[in-house]
Each structure stands twice: as structure tokens, then as C-alpha cells.
Nanobody
């Protein structure tokens, strides 16, 4: 069974940094496109950043230049480095693994990020 476990969420002051991690188990990590989504209270879940199996990345315009997604295939882990955090970044952050060819799509349980003074 494929499991995604996120960690690293916390409270931080505006301007601070956090690094989220998501460890994938139960499958071959390197075949998956990985992504981070977030959902703030009362809002729809939105894509924050994505990284393809071969390493190509894309970002939401709201986080471009502040967030960096990366992956370590040897550790079956995807990271989200978040710098210059703003209160509007407050949300539950979810990790997603997708293998479109096989029709596989998995989610983690989420980790809370709170940015406030």
C-alpha cells in the first residue's frame, strides 16, 4: 500500500522559512510526478508546486521566487522549501504522488503551516 507522510509544518512569523518533507513508501518513488497542494480555511485546494519524475518544476505564481520544490529519489522524499513566508501562505499543505499512465494518484494526510505574528 502506498503511503505519503508529510512533516515540517509549524507556526512561523512572517518573513520566516520552513521546509516540508514528504516520504513515500510502498511503491517505486521515481516514477511519480510529485506535487504540493495547500488548502486554506474556506478555500479550494490549490497547486503550490510540482516536480516531474525527471525533475522539471512548476510553481503557482503566488509562490514563485519564494518556494522551491525538490526531490531525492534515493530517499523517496519530496521537499518544499518555503522562504519569505506570508500570512496568506497559512494553510494545510498536502503532498501528492501521481503516475498518470498507470492511473495512480495518492495523497498525504496534510501538515499545518501557520504564518502569523
Amino acid at each position: 500500500q502506498v503511503q505519503l507522510v508529510e512533516s515540517g509544518g509549524c507556526w512561523v512569523q512572517p518573513g520566516g522559512s520552513l521546509r516540508l518533507s514528504c516520504v513515500v513508501s510502498g511503491s517505486i518513488f521515481c516514477i511519480y510526478a510529485m506535487a504540493w497542494y495547500r488548502q486554506a480555511p474556506g478555500k479550494q485546494r490549490e497547486l503550490v508546486a510540482a516536480i516531474a519524475s525527471l525533475g522539471g518544476t512548476n510553481y503557482a505564481s503566488s509562490v514563485k521566487g519564494r518556494f522551491t520544490i525538490s526531490r531525492d529519489n534515493a530517499k523517496s522524499t519530496v521537499y518544499l522549501q518555503m522562504n519569505s513566508l506570508k500570512p496568506e501562505d497559512t494553510a494545510v499543505y498536502y503532498c501528492n504522488a501521481n503516475y498518470a499512465i498507470g492511473g495512480y494518484d495518492y495523497w498525504g494526510q496534510g501538515t499545518q503551516v501557520t504564518v502569523s505574528s
